[in-house]
């Protein structure tokens, strides 16, 4: 053995070939954390002293090779100093430059996953051959950062500066063909064959039909391009990567600039660039955000996790009610492999549930994400039905019919009748009361709320609500059914709108105000998209629907009259009153036409205008901050509300619901995060500045206490 720790072995094997793996102990995966990083300079250090070696082998001992750094590091490492993270990175990129200079040929084996720095790791080896079935990729501008140990300085090199470019701005996880296609690995073989293609290339390395040395000389040269080639490279990229990126997301621009900064330079230069850039971009809000949101996303996981291993067995489903909502559930529980039943009173609504179903399946026919076999094995997972005759074996039930508490009541009864003792019955509903649904049951315990979000294909989130006598296992068994339709379950305690729709419609009540108060419904949305909403508030009315939005309002108003209930006509109630629906009928405060494409447009109407002029009590003059604050307080203090009241667990529940269920810009972390970054202390002063517009902006106790004391929501 030539070194042994607890993550990496180094160890000779046959041929004088050395064999360098990483095994973290204690871990299901492998990531370059402070031990890991330690001990590849430990191990490195070991076979720059050997001096009888022929090469290096480097393989992982588990299903993937390395899944990248990790980022449970990171809130520490990125609130140092800036000088102290561009030396940390320094001091690692000395280790994969010692790999990278060895005095022998080196082969990286990749199986699974080679992510982030685990990929810098095979690009800092003289070859790479990879599992046919294994990914590759850069995706640390999902984080706000880009690659800091060497990936921006290799990669341009190793496979030109447009290949380098998508592949790092775009963060993409690269099939193994793609990766063998552009150069960024040598060869692809079956998992089996890995450590033999590896010996192979050293073998001919050694016999001089491979020049390993030529092909390391050009990885650490300059990029090969003169300067009007490098110019229009980089310059041409940079516009096109803004417009994708949007200004909110510094990172992928960042990481081109960087690249073209060190074109020139050979590598040591070219890396302390990279340092440099890097060390910029986990300085800033949006990468301790982003890092923020994927640790939250991973707290999530876990706690899926825990339910899961209580959950009872889902082998046949059911949904109830086939119409545009019971069709994308169907798809997604059949798509994702669980077989279902669609039941509904009338052919017609069978009809509309299985075209939306085959819509969905033949859109990812189209686009080449799945075979015409796999959408007839899709279908087949579908059972349209009228009647009740198969639901004794069904596991779960998910009654999505009408928004109305008779004819869910009168459902949900009925079903519990035709299924077993065992079944979980869950009803989709946005606003109404688990416990005012669970009344008439026969079994509450086996009842809870599984709330879909519209399109239920699209849409990552599903609120699992809680009852008062809901049971862990039924909590348990539609956790695990959400997982396995591929969503993210947040577990809530029961109140009028859960989490989602409680804390959304104080937002549209801000909205509502400030049109009241003379704003201008376009500029508002504008403002508010430019804030980083994927749509402004008048937009989201339109789409969510406007008989939606008046209904659920009146819910949210009767459960908490204190603040949600107004004595005044708002927009949404002239709208609403107009039949202007919003985009399911073409017209609501904007008016909708097809485009080329046939997909709906919104255009400006001047109607709208007309309209309101009735609702306008004054003109204030609102500057863009106020439009922001009179928007965001609400839903913010909202959310503060519900972490209080014990809607949710922890902040980051309520943060990832946000994010997932309304569109909240990921890059400001969620709500509770959002408080955090401008100071408790004046969110509360902020507040305090619009107090005169009623309960919906006035600060909690606990909140003030918060303040006062100096507190966070998070750590």
């Known amino acids: 053995m030539i070194y042994e720790g607890k993550a990496i072995t180094v160890k000779e094997i046959e041929g004088g070939i050395a064999q360098l793996n990483f095994d973290l102990q204690g871990e299901s995966v492998n990531k370059f954390n402070r031990l890991t990083i330690e001990e590849l300079r430990a191990a490195t250090d070991k076979l720059k002293a050997q001096g009888n070696l022929k090469g290096l082998v480097v393989t992982s001992g588990k299903d993937s090779f390395i899944v990248g750094a990790d980022i449970g590091e990171f809130t520490d490492l990125f609130a140092g100093p800036e000088d102290e993270l561009i030396n940390n990175n320094l001091t690692a990129n000395a280790v994969f430059n010692d790999i990278e200079d060895l005095p022998f040929p080196t082969v990286t084996c990749i199986n699974g996953m080679a992510l982030g720095g685990g990929f810098e790791?095979?690009?800092?080896?003289?070859?790479?051959?990879?599992?046919?079935?294994?990914?590759?990729?850069?995706?640390?501008?999902?984080?706000?950062?880009?690659p800091g140990f060497g990936g921006t300085v290799r990669l341009s090199r190793l496979v030109g500066v447009d290949y380098a470019i998508e592949w790092i701005c775009m963060g993409s996880e690269n099939r193994a063909d793609k990766a063998l296609k552009v150069g960024a690995v040598d060869a692809v073989v079956e998992a089996?064959?890995?450590?033999?293609?590896?010996?192979?290339?050293?073998?001919?390395?050694?016999?001089?039909?491979?020049?390993?040395?030529?092909?390391?000389?050009?990885?650490?040269?300059?990029?090969?391009?003169?300067?009007?080639?490098?110019?229009?490279?980089?310059e041409t990229s940079k516009g096109f990567v803004a417009g994708q990126a949007g200004k909110n997301y510094p990172a992928p621009v960042e990481a081109i600039k960087v690249m073209q900064k060190h074109a020139s330079l050979t590598r040591d230069k070219a890396i302390e660039v990279e340092a440099k850039g890097f060390a910029k971009m986990a300085k800033t809000n949006v990468a301790a955000c982003l890092v923020?949101?994927?640790?939250?996303?991973?707290?999530?996981?876990?706690?899926?996790?825990?339910?899961?291993?209580?959950?009872?067995?889902?082998?046949?489903?059911?949904?109830?009610?086939?119409?545009?909502?019971?069709?994308?559930?169907?798809?997604?529980?059949?798509?994702?492999?669980t077989p279902i039943l669609m039941k509904d009173i009338n052919e017609d609504g069978i009809g509309l549930g299985l075209k939306e179903a085959k819509k969905l399946l033949s859109k990812r026919v189209a686009k080449g994400k799945m075979k015409p076999e796999q959408m007839a094995d899709a279908l087949n997972n579908i059972r349209p039905t009228l009647t009740y005759g198969d639901f004794s074996n069904v596991n779960i039930v998910v009654e999505a019919v009408v928004e109305n508490v008779k004819v869910k009541d009168s459902v949900l009864r009925e079903v519990e009748d035709q299924v077993s003792e065992d079944t979980i019955i869950t009803s989709n509903t946005s606003t109404i009361s688990i416990d005012t649904l669970a009344k008439n049951l026969k079994r509450p315990e086996n009842f809870c709320g599984m709330h879909f979000f519209n399109p239920v294909h699209m849409m990552p989130l599903v609120e699992v609500i809680r009852g008062e006598k809901t049971s862990?296992?039924?909590?348990?068994?539609?956790?695990?059914?959400?997982?396995?339709?591929?969503?993210?379950?947040?577990?809530?305690?029961?109140?009028?709108?859960?989490?989602?729709?409680?804390?959304?419609?104080?937002?549209?009540?801000?909205?509502?105000?400030?049109?009241?108060?003379?704003?201008?419904?376009?500029?508002?949305?504008?403002?508010?998209?430019?804030?980083?909403?994927p749509m402004g508030p008048a937009y989201l009315l339109d789409v969510v629907g406007m008989d939606t939005g008046k209904h659920a309002n009146e819910v949210m108003a009767e459960g908490f009259p204190d603040r949600m209930k107004t004595d005044w006509?708002?927009?949404?109630?002239?709208?609403?009153?107009?039949?202007?629906?919003?985009?399911?009928?073409?017209?609501?405060?904007?008016?909708?036409?097809?485009?080329?494409?046939?997909?709906?447009?919104?255009?400006?109407?001047?109607?709208?205008?007309?309209?309101?002029e009735p609702v306008v009590k004054e003109r204030k003059d609102l500057s863009d901050e106020d439009i922001i604050a009179r928007m965001m307080i609400p839903l913010c203090m909202e959310t503060v509300r519900c972490l209080e009241d014990g809607i949710v667990e922890e902040p980051a529940d309520a943060d990832m619901g946000l994010i997932y269920g309304i569109g909240f810009p990921p890059f400001r972390g969620g709500a509770l995060r959002y408080i955090d970054d401008m100071g408790v202390d004046r969110f509360v002063e902020l507040a305090d500045k619009y107090a005169d517009l009623g309960p919906l902006y006035h600060p909690t106790e606990k909140l003030r206490d918060m303040a006062k004391n100096g507190e966070k929501f998070f750590g």
């Open 121 to 146: 790791m095979g690009l800092a080896t003289d070859y790479r051959v990879m599992d046919s079935k294994a990914k590759v990729g850069l995706p640390e501008v999902k984080l706000g950062i880009f």
């Open 192 to 234: 089996g064959k890995l450590m033999d293609a590896a010996r192979a290339i050293i073998d001919q390395c050694n016999s001089g039909k491979l020049d390993y040395q030529a092909r390391r000389e050009e990885k650490k040269g300059r990029i090969k391009l003169n300067n009007m080639e490098s110019m229009m490279a980089f």
């Open 292 to 337: 923020g949101l994927f640790l939250n996303d991973q707290k999530l996981k876990t706690k899926a996790k825990k339910w899961e291993k209580e959950a009872a067995d889902v082998k046949q489903a059911a949904v109830l009610g086939a119409g545009i909502m019971g069709g994308g559930i169907a798809f997604q529980s059949a798509y994702k492999g």
């Open 472 to 533: 862990d296992r039924a909590i348990a068994t539609t956790v695990a059914y959400a997982k396995a339709m591929g969503k993210t379950p947040i577990v809530v305690n029961n109140c009028p709108g859960f989490l989602v729709n409680r804390v959304l419609f104080p937002y549209f009540g801000g909205f509502a105000g400030l049109v009241r108060d003379g704003a201008d419904f376009q500029r508002v949305d504008k403002v508010m998209e430019n804030f980083g909403w």
């Open 569 to 612: 006509e708002s927009a949404i109630d002239v709208m609403y009153e107009h039949k202007r629906y919003g985009q399911k009928n073409g017209k609501g405060f904007y008016a909708y036409e097809e485009d080329r494409k046939g997909k709906q447009k919104k255009v400006v109407d001047e109607e709208t205008y007309k309209l309101l």
